[in-house]
Structure formats: C-alpha cells, structure tokens
C-alpha cells in the first residue's frame, strides 16, 4: 500500500480511530472500570435515545443545515401524554403507544407543512415547539400529579419491550442467546461483504482489496464479538439495542440505496438544480420533517421506558446531542453530506466521553465544557481536511 | 518606446501535483491594454493572483518587477497599496448596501471606528461621474443593473488611486451594448494614461480594445502579439491558444433531414413572478422540428431564458398563458417533471447555481434526472448507475480520473459536458440548451458543438439560446431573434448575418 492511500484511509477513519484512542484513555484513567461488562450495557442503553433522534436529526440536516429543535420538548410533552393515557385514563398500553405514534405523525403533518410549504426556516418553526412543548408537557404533568410525574413502573409489559432485556439471566451468568446473536451478527457481516465483492468483480467494477476486505472483516468480528460477550455479562442483550439497530438498519438502507434517500443529499447540495431534475423537493422537505417527529415519537417510548415515569425534565438538551451526534460524526452542518456511520460514531464517541468522565467523578459542568471542545474540534477538524483535499 | 510598468519574470507556481506556470513572462508598458488569453485552465488567473498578492512572495518562484522595484507583496493590501487593482470576474458587491458604501468597503473614509458619510457619498459620486454613471450613490446596490455593478467595481477600483487595472472577465455577465460601453471605457482610461489588463474569452473584445495580447497555454506564455504591429484576427490568437489551427470552429452538420414539427408554442405570454403585471415574455409564437437546431439570439435580459423555464414545466413566472403543443398534441406541463415526461430537457445557462450538485460526483449528477433508469422500486442499482455515468464520460469524452469525482473539482467545460449526459439520459425528444458554451474554452467548445450536431442527427429537436452571434450563426438552421420579451425576427441560416441580425433589434427598440 503507498503512502498517499495510507493517508487517505486514515483521514477517511479519523473519527473512528480517534473513538479507539479515547476509550483507551478512559479505560486507562478508570483503571479498566470503563472495559466493564456493566459499562458496555450503560453506554447502549444511556444513548440509545441518541442514536435514534439522531438518525431524525440526519435526514433533517442533510437537506441543507436544517435541524429541529423542538425534539426535546416534544419527547417531555408526548411522555406526559401517554403517561396520562396509561395510568390515569387506564387505556391499553399497546393502544397509548399507537396513539402517542398518531400524535407524532400529526405534530411531523403539521410541521412538515409550516417549513416546506408555508416555507418558515426550519429553526424559527421549531424553536416555536421547543418553548411550546415543553410548557404543555409540564402543565399536563402538574394537572394531573402533585408531584410533576406520572409513574408507569406498572406497566411491565410496555416496560419490557422499550427497556429491559431480551431473555435476561443473571449478572454472574453467561447469556447464550446474546453470544449467538453475536456470532450471527459476524457471520452476516462476513457474508454480505464478500458476495458483495464477489457480485462487483462478476460484473466487471472496481472492488476494494481482499486485504482490505478481510481487515474491515476483522474488526468488524472483533468488535462485535466483543460486545456481545461484554453484553453476555451484563445480563443479555438491552431490548433498546434491537430498536436502535433496527432503525440504523432501515435508514442506512434509505440513506445508501433508495431514490428518495438519495433525494435528501441532492436538495441539500443544490435545491434548484434538484427541482428542475423533475424533484419535488418540497414532498421531500414535508417527509424530512414528518419523519422527525415519528422518530421523536419513538425516543419518548424509549426514554418514558427507561425512566419508568413521565415528567417535566424528560428530553431537556435532547436536541442538542442529536444536532452534536451528527455534527461530530462527520455531517455537513451546509447539508448534502453525511452518513449514518459517521453519525453512530459521533454519537458514541459523545457518549463514551460522558460515561468516562462520570466514572473519573469529573464535575458536570466541566463536562458540558469538554464535550463543548470536542464539538468544535470535530467541525474544524472536517473543515481543514476538506480544504487540504479540495486544493 | 513606452516605460515598462511591470515585468513578471520567469514565474513558476506549483500546486500539490500541478504546475499552474511554469516561466511565465509578461511585460506591460506604461499606458497600454494588455490583453491575456488562454484557455480555460491555461494559468490567467493564476498568474494575476500572483501578481496581486493573493499568493503572497515565496510560494512562487521568479520576480515581479513593477515600477522598477521588485515587489514582495504579501497580502492584496501590499498590491493595492501600489495602485495594482484586481477587478474579479465574479461581482463582489453587497447587494443590500449603497454603491458608496460598496465602494469603500474595507477601505472606509473618515476617522477610525466612525464613517465620515458626507465624504464617503462624495467621493463615491465623483468617481462614479467618471466612469460615467449618473445614479447617486445612496442607491443600493440590487437596484442596478449588473451592467451598472460592473461599473461600480470599476469605479471602486479607482477609488483606490489604481494605476494598474486588471480586469478578469469583465463582460461575461453582461450584454452587447452594455460590454460596448464599458470597453469603450477602458479606452477612454487609456487615453488619459491608466494602463489595463484585461482577461478574456472573447475574442473580439480583445480585438477591439488591445494594444498586446499574451497568449498562455498550459501555464506558459506562448508569444506576445503586438497589434499595432501585425494584422490581428480572431483566427490568428485561437491559433496561438489551441496550438492548432482550428480550420473551422464550427462543425458541418450534413445529411440531417427535417422530419415534422416536434414543438410548437403559441401566444406564450410569461408575467414576472413578483411584479406581476409585468410582462417578460410577450406572445412569442416559436415551432422546432425533428433534427433541426433552432437559435434563440438576443441580448441579455431579453427575456430567452424566462421563456425556456417557463415552457419547461412552468420553472419560472406567473400568469403563464398560450398554447404548447409536442408532436401535435397540447399539453399541460404544471411542473418540471411532467416536462421531463413529455421529452422535454432544459439545459439551464446557469450550471452551477441551478444546474449540477457540485458537492456530489458525476455518477450521481448524471442520473439526477432519470432516477427511474437506474432504479427498480425506488432502490438504487449503484452498479448499473456507476456503468450509465462512464458510458457517458466516454462518449462526451469528460476528462476526469473517475466519475466518482465530485462535479465541483471541473473545469467548466467538462462540467458542462456532466449537464448534457445528465439531460440526454433523460432521453428527451426536444433539448432546450440556454448559453451552452458559456465561460468554456475554445477546445471544449467545438466538442459541445459536435454534441448538439449529434443530437440533431439523431432526429432530436434542439432549441439552442446564446448571446454569441457568430455561434448562433455558425450552428443554427433556423434563427430566431429576441427583445424585450418579444420575438422581433426570423431568418433562415442562408439569409442571416451578424448585421441583420442586429439591424433587426435596432429596428425594434426604435419601433417603442
């Protein structure tokens, strides 16, 4: 391999490497607290609220820079709703979760409008949810609790499939099925990676090395391999993970390969030449938004699950960290670039540096602080090496 | 003989992996219009961005030498400082400030942290007066013209006492009478002992105003021409640009037979889409045929590209009324992709701001339009959309190392070469091509035109929009001449000449 390729290998994986380098650290510095079978599960489970309004967030951005802040607000307001649904008008909880989605996709309907045909810039519309929401959510919660917040610890079976695990055994216990996943997982990755090489060469397009091809394959395995075991340990696999996943999968698979998904990067590369390519761009603006507010509806079941209870502080700063899980994860802040990969990095380096810095007792707000840095850091760090390959 | 002014001797500047010049010489007397051609990519640019500072001393090798000094400037202040004005192609004026406050912006009259505005506005009147513009200076700036900005830019040059003026491109947005005026300008400043630089692609503006041209190719000076002391014409300096003598700039179309109407507009009367009562297109009545080439010629801001847009799905306007019939049959196109159903393809003037994704690559600029070609269900075939964009790479010969290289990182030319394949994958019937050559080089230009004559070979309609006369000429069989929003003319290829052509719009100006 030349230099030039080694270079640009290792700026195209920047941000990963830089993960790595950054949970050794923390690893270091907690004396190995951080390697953890406990503390794998903690990182799934406190940012699986990131994850998934992120993937939102991205198709929001890639349109051109637009972001919604009213996603944290939303995420309080919908909680306090179907906490109200649940527990105080007693309604079936698969009918409150149905219900509280059909709320999202009016809220996206509405939303979706306002910015794509009444054309009201993105953040001017949603800072209007972001203060209306949040002043709703906590009326809502304190008419119908003295104390704020309305507890769904009863209701275990909604509990069960948006928190919780998937055949849970004890901690001192090895959990078989997370192990076969695991290797399941592997075995697919292999798999499709290598017919997918194979099918390139049939047909006569260029395709990566073999060596290349079996390092990515590796890693791939070594890392999988090693959560599944650390997760084995923890009692099995979070139910969070199979949603998050899930949804990666579905939006990566948009973002990658679909005609509407490759709409998002045009519009946000140039909006006029789109729409004279016979695009309506303002469908897919309403879809960008539409589909926010879905996944926004999603975080709620998630984090209302994780909290066992609804109330006034649910999703505050929420849309801060999807806006900054894409930022640092390598999302053109202008719009047309970006990919869910780049964004689950992000997010799990952010992540990684906040469960490191709890575990060394680092003070909060110097926390706030460093991710702060780390934000800057990612966005210019983007921007020179664009500069440097562009010249 | 003339005092030397400036020297730039032996200049050589490497990029990563490029030599942008390599032993550049260029000598301008005191008093002259030095004009410096070259095809796109050649190094004018370049070259004037060394000479004004921008790559400051020590990132080039060779001197400048101006005024008898070597100069080490740093910044574009240290040029300035000496009277060396750069005037860029691209307007840089704020569009919702005042002429005067454009013209001292960054260079403000008055004390420190507090503008003088009674100097600021007298001063720029002054100037203003001498490069003979009459509005007051309070006006701002998106009021005028871009005819007029481009004589504020000039006028802001001056404000900062130049003696050397250098002009990159300074026509290329603007129309016929408008670029005669401000030529005959420049050789007014010469009278009165300014000297010039002046940029070009067109040739017989540097005909009309230079007393040297330079040619540059491949980052070298290749001779300097001397026009008081040889015969100049256009074929002599393409000659020296392309290296080659282009025996004919445009290519013989030969065989094509007329097939029958493909297009036909009737009565189509387009209104501004915020002034809504006024008219931008007045009852233009236009027909295309199967395989013939149709010219659209008129000034700029005559109304052509408000046309194409409007009969294109309705782009562009409001109040749209008449009658659009494709191969006999009217139709109602609401919307750019009804256009794109009916066969219809507009190759926009503007590539960069309405026309490609410059952030994306060529793969997938080309099948922008025609998802449907490289798709099934909505899910993207990469392996057949990669094959669609190299196909067309090949055979409009774009030169690039992949299409996966970003439309951004072109040179105009292959850009527009992107734009066609990306319309002609639509395979459309009628092709509207508004300005298809504009801002590209000469080399570049001739491939273009052999495109469209394939694409009439290929009994397609072409519908080609352009402010080059001799283009016009040169390529269309049928002409059709523009003003004001009307059309005021057609000729036939046989009987049209540059002079009838203008007799015709001069004709119709005196006729309001």
Redesign the interface.
Do not use: R
């Given at each position: 391999m030349n230099k030039n390729k080694a270079v640009s290998v290792l700026k195209k994986n920047a941000m990963l490497i830089v993960l790595v380098l950054v949970y050794i650290f923390f690893t270091v510095m907690t004396s190995g607290q951080m390697f953890q079978a406990m503390n794998f599960n903690a990182l799934i489970t406190q940012n699986a609220y990131v994850y998934i309004l992120a993937t939102g967030m991205l198709m929001c951005m890639l349109t051109g820079g637009n972001i919604d802040l009213s996603c944290g607000s939303f995420v309080c307001f919908l909680g306090a709703v179907g906490g109200i649904m649940m527990m105080i008008k007693q309604i079936n909880p698969a009918v409150s979760v149905i219900l509280m989605l059909l709320i999202g996709v009016v809220y996206g309907v509405v939303l979706g409008y306002l910015i794509a045909y009444v054309d009201i810039p993105p953040w001017i519309a949603t800072l209007a949810g972001y203060l209306a929401f949040r002043g709703w959510g906590t009326a809502l919660l304190s008419a119908n609790s003295s104390t704020g917040s309305i507890s769904l610890a009863a209701q275990k079976g909604f509990l069960a499939v948006f928190s919780g695990k998937i055949f849970s055994t004890p901690v001192n216990q090895t959990n078989v099925v997370c192990l076969v996943v695991g290797v399941l997982a592997c075995v697919i990755v292999v798999v499709t990676s290598f017919s997918e090489r194979a099918n390139k060469i049939k047909k006569g397009y260029e395709a990566e090395s073999l060596v290349a091809l079996l390092v990515r394959c590796i890693l791939s395995v070594a890392a999988i391999m090693l959560f599944a075991y650390k997760l084995a340990h923890a009692g099995g696999i979070p139910t969070v993970l199979v949603w998050v996943v899930v949804i990666l999968l579905i939006y990566n698979f948009i973002t990658a390969r679909t005609v509407i998904g490759r709409y998002f990067y045009t519009i946000g590369g140039n909006r006029e030449a789109t729409r004279l390519s016979g695009v309506d761009t303002r469908k897919i603006m309403f879809f960008a938004y539409l589909n926010m507010a879905v996944i926004t509806a999603i975080t709620t079941l998630i984090v209302t699950a994780r909290f066992q209870a609804a109330n006034a502080q649910a999703g505050t700063n929420f849309e801060m960290d999807a806006i900054a899980a894409c930022v640092v994860g390598g999302v053109s802040a202008y719009g047309g670039a970006g990919n869910i990969f780049g964004m689950v990095i992000g997010a799990t380096l952010i992540g990684v540096i906040n469960l490191g810095m709890s575990l060394m007792g680092v003070d909060a707000n110097w926390q706030k602080v460093v991710k702060g840095g780390v934000l800057l850091a990612a966005v210019v760090f983007d921007i020179l090496a664009d500069k440097k390959s562009s010249k | 003989m003339a005092k030397e002014l400036l020297r730039m001797d032996h200049i050589t500047k490497i990029?990563?992996g490029v030599k942008a010049l390599d032993n550049v010489n260029l000598s301008v007397e005191e008093g002259e219009i030095h004009a410096l051609v070259g095809e796109n990519g050649a190094g004018k640019s370049t070259l004037m961005n060394v000479l004004s500072g921008i790559y400051p001393y020590g990132t080039y090798e060779g001197d400048i030498v101006y005024n008898g000094e070597v100069c080490k400037f740093q910044t574009i202040k240290d040029s300035e400082q000496k009277g060396i004005v750069i005037i860029h192609q691209e307007l840089a004026l704020v569009p919702q400030m005042s002429i005067g406050e454009n013209m001292f912006l960054g260079n403000e009259r008055g004390k420190k942290n507090a503008i003088n505005w009674n100097e600021t506005y007298g001063e720029a009147d002054k100037y203003l007066k001498m490069v003979g513009l009459t509005e007051s200076s309070r006006v701002l700036i998106k009021d005028i013209g871009t005819g007029k900005q481009q004589l504020v830019e000039i006028a802001k040059a001056l404000a900062k006492h130049a003696k050397l003026l250098i002009l990159d491109e300074p026509t290329s947005s603007l129309n016929e009478t408008d670029s005669r005026a401000l030529l005959d300008l420049m050789l007014e400043f010469k009278k009165q002992g300014m000297t010039m630089i002046i940029i070009s692609h067109k040739l017989n503006e540097v005909v009309y105003v230079a007393d040297k041209i330079t040619v540059i190719r491949d980052g070298s000076t290749v001779e300097t021409m001397d026009c008081h002391a040889m015969e100049i014409n256009e074929d002599r300096i393409i000659r020296g640009m392309v290296g080659r003598e282009l025996t004919n700039r445009f290519p013989k179309r030969e065989g094509v037979e007329l097939g029958d109407i493909n297009m036909e507009v009737k009565d189509w009367t387009v209104h501004h889409p915020l002034y809504t009562e006024r008219k931008v297109v007045d009852n233009v009545n236009l027909n295309v045929r199967k395989g013939e080439v149709v010219g659209i010629y008129g000034l700029m801001g005559a109304g052509r590209t408000e046309l194409a847009m409007s009969i294109?799905?309705k782009?562009y306007g409001s109040g749209i009324s008449g009658t659009l019939k494709i191969n006999g049959q009217e139709v109602d196109l609401k919307?750019?992709?009804a256009?794109?159903?009916a066969k219809l393809a507009?190759v926009?003037e503007d590539r960069k701001?309405?026309?490609?994704?410059?952030?994306?690559p060529i793969r997938?600029n080309t099948s922008?339009?025609n998802?449907k070609g490289v798709?099934d269900k909505?899910?993207?075939d990469?392996?057949k959309e990669?094959?669609v964009a190299d196909e067309y790479r090949a055979k409009l010969n774009t030169k690039t190392p992949s299409v996966e290289q970003n439309v951004?990182?072109l040179s105009g030319g292959n850009q527009q070469k992107v734009l066609l394949a990306?319309w002609m994958f639509t395979d459309p019937d009628i092709l509207i091509l508004d300005e298809p050559t504009r801002g590209i080089d000469v080399g570049a230009k001739y491939e273009i035109y052999c495109i469209i004559n394939d694409l009439a070979k290929a009994g397609k309609s072409v519908v080609m929009i352009s402010s080059e006369l001799p283009e016009i000429l040169g390529m269309s069989d049928r002409i059709y001449i523009m003003n004001e929003g009307k059309f005021v003319g057609e000729l036939n290829a046989e009987e049209a000449s540059q002079e009838r052509i203008m007799a015709n719009i001069v004709q119709a100006g005196r006729g309001e």
């Open positions: - | 990029f990563p294109f799905g782009s919307d750019a992709k256009a794109i159903e507009y926009t701001g309405n026309g490609l994704v410059l952030t994306n997938v922008l339009a998802m798709s909505g899910i993207i990469k392996d990669y094959q951004g990182n990306k």
